[in-house]
């Protein structure tokens, strides 16, 4: 381990501190289990970060959780929109986080290749 | 299999922030002189009892309800690994106080995964802003410290340090 590459920790968590505050307009929810992490799911996450960060995109808030039973097609995230719309992704990679970073959280557009589910908000109240 | 050991302590990690945990935090420590790499994941979480604690160790558990076939690799990957590397094992846990997991290894063994992207484990851990996340890494006279309630507040690291019990943990080595 290099110390120096440790040191630049800091910095990166203060940028991660700004992400997780809520009350955004997106909320990006990464599957970090046991069989998201060995997928991949932590390379996706900070791609997506790094992604995040070069196009200075703020209304996203960014946050983990455990395994969510969709194991075949880890890595998953899931993007929660504040209205209550909810589109789950699967088998993503960095670049893929790239592209929805891109699409989605910018210009608001479903990446069609990489969405497995889509719930928007008049099926949800059902 | 997880093919960093920044990738497992992500993992144990995240048992941790399932547990509801407060506080976690994380040492490391690389000693060339006598061949060791010890990692320690400690948090304040709920804990287990003894029978679950055994049932972790002996096979691969979930604590997710309903679910019949039993699954949940991380401690016991990370077990593998350690003892694949010369090393040892160990958990400690008490309900409601919070376990601790110590895995230690070869340093040199041919085996041993590379420490990898711990930078990004921790960023990954500290996107939970209820649980405070600390890092004491040291290898040989060189240590590095970080605390995700430091950028926060403000708080001088010397008073956090004081609090937890991590200086324990680096005399020992």
């Known amino acids: 381990m290099n110390l120096d590459e440790l040191k630049k920790l800091k910095e990166k968590a203060q940028r991660q501190v700004a992400l997780r505050e809520g009350n955004k307009k997106y909320r990006v929810v990464f599957s970090m289990g046991t069989s998201g992490i060995a997928a991949g799911a932590r390379e996706v996450m900070t791609s997506m970060l790094d992604e995040l960060d070069k196009r200075g995109i703020e209304n996203v808030e960014v946050a983990v959780t455990g395994e969510i039973g969709l194991v075949d097609a880890e890595p998953v995230i899931r993007i929660e929109e504040k209205s209550g719309e909810k589109v789950t992704y699967a088998k993503v990679n960095p670049e893929g986080a790239r592209k929805i970073v891109a699409e989605h959280l910018q210009k608001g557009k479903v990446v069609d290749g990489l969405a497995v589910g889509k719930i928007k908000e008049s099926e949800q109240k059902k | ?173």
């Not at chain 2, 709920?46 to 160790?57: K, P, S, W």
């Not at chain 2, 110590?102 to 996107?127: F, Q, W, Y």
């Not at chain 2, 040291?138 to 708080?155: A, D, I, L, Q, Y």
Request: aromatic share 4%.
């Open chain 2, 1 to 173: 299999m997880l093919e960093e050991l920044s990738l497992h302590i992500l993992d144990i990690g995240m048992n941790s922030l399932a547990a509801g945990a407060k506080n976690l935090e994380i040492i490391v420590i690389e000693n060339t002189v006598r061949d060791w790499l010890i990692i320690r994941i400690r948090d304040d979480g709920r804990g287990m009892d003894e029978n679950t604690l055994n049932q972790v160790l002996g096979q691969n558990l979930t604590s997710k309800k309903g679910r019949k076939k039993p699954i949940g690799l991380g401690l016991a990957f990370l077990r593998q690994t350690s003892e694949m590397c010369g090393g040892t094992f160990h958990v400690r846990s008490t309900p409601g106080r919070g376990t601790s997991v110590t895995a230690s290894m070869r340093l040199s063994h041919i085996d041993r995964p590379p420490l990898g992207d711990l930078n990004s484990t921790i960023i990954a851990l500290c996107a939970n802003p209820d649980v405070g996340v600390q890092l004491h890494y040291r290898s040989n006279n060189e240590t590095f410290h970080f605390s995700s309630k430091e950028g926060k507040s403000n708080e001088p690291r010397r008073t956090q340090e004081t609090q937890g019990k991590g200086s324990t943990s680096s005399r020992a080595a």
